[in-house]
């Protein structure tokens, strides 16, 4: 299986800072043959579903604010978040689909 | 507007069994695969199972293989969770996920509420 790995656990940053969340995979999520990566980003609030941010590890879904990108290949990720706002305060997951699914432990982000 | 609603949740003692269901809108059902995730209290996401857009194909995390069936009827845009012999280690929110692509069932899109199982005695 497919180990996920986030750093850190926790971060706590400034209003309109910048907040960097890592990730990174036991195995390449890369495949060569479609030149992408297996790799999702979701947000999840209190009492809420996670919601899907970024996939194919660097591509926003439609209506997620330009201020959430995806970064990586391989086996090494990131998703940063350029200017934090308030309603930004969640826990930040990535999933790997190049086998099965299997998520990250979590980054909680606070202000 | 795409929602997925989840029903079918509460509280079962060790060996039972409950069946949970998912009724999706806003979308065309039959375009698209399914998931089953799940979230114990406290911890990450997990997945736990995923159909295919005609229900001919369907696979498990091994955690549920053998006890958990899914299944889904196209006209009446649902998918179900059949969960028997339940353990305690089943406890947990049960989220209903449609795929985020038509082409490709890798990520999941829009996620409904979920609902909660309690597997205890």
């Known amino acids: 299986d497919i180990v996920m790995t986030q750093s850190p656990d926790s971060l706590a940053v400034s209003l309109g800072e910048r907040a960097t969340i890592n990730c990174k995979s036991s195995q390449s999520l890369f495949y060569s043959s479609n030149n992408k990566n297996y790799l999702a980003w979701y947000q999840q609030k209190p009492g809420q579903p996670p919601k899907l941010l970024i996939y194919?590890?660097?591509t926003r879904e439609s209506g997620v604010p330009d201020r959430f990108s995806g970064s990586g290949s391989g086996t090494d990720f990131t998703l940063t978040i350029s200017s934090l706002q308030a309603e930004d305060v969640a826990v930040y997951y990535c999933q790997q689909y190049f086998t099965s699914h299997t998520f990250g432990g979590g980054t909680k982000v606070e202000i | 507007e795409v929602q997925v609603v989840e029903s079918g949740g509460g509280l079962v003692q060790p060996g039972g069994s409950l069946r949970l269901s998912c009724a999706a809108s806003?979308?065309?059902?039959?375009?698209?695969?399914m998931h089953w995730v799940r979230q114990a209290p406290g911890k990450g996401p997990v997945w736990v199972s995923r159909i295919n857009k005609d229900g001919s194909n369907t696979t498990y995390a091994d955690s549920v293989k053998g006890r958990f069936t899914i299944s889904r009827d196209n006209a009446k845009n649902k998918v179900y969770l059949q969960m028997d012999n339940l353990r305690g280690e089943d406890t947990a929110v049960y989220y209903c996920?449609?795929?985020?692509?038509?082409?490709?069932?890798?990520?999941?899109?829009?996620w409904g509420q979920g609902t909660l199982v309690t597997v205890s005695s």
């Open positions: 996920a449609r795929a985020g692509s038509s082409s490709w069932y890798g990520w999941f899109g829009p």
């Open positions: 194919w590890a660097s």
């Open positions: 806003g979308f065309i059902f039959d375009d698209y695969w």
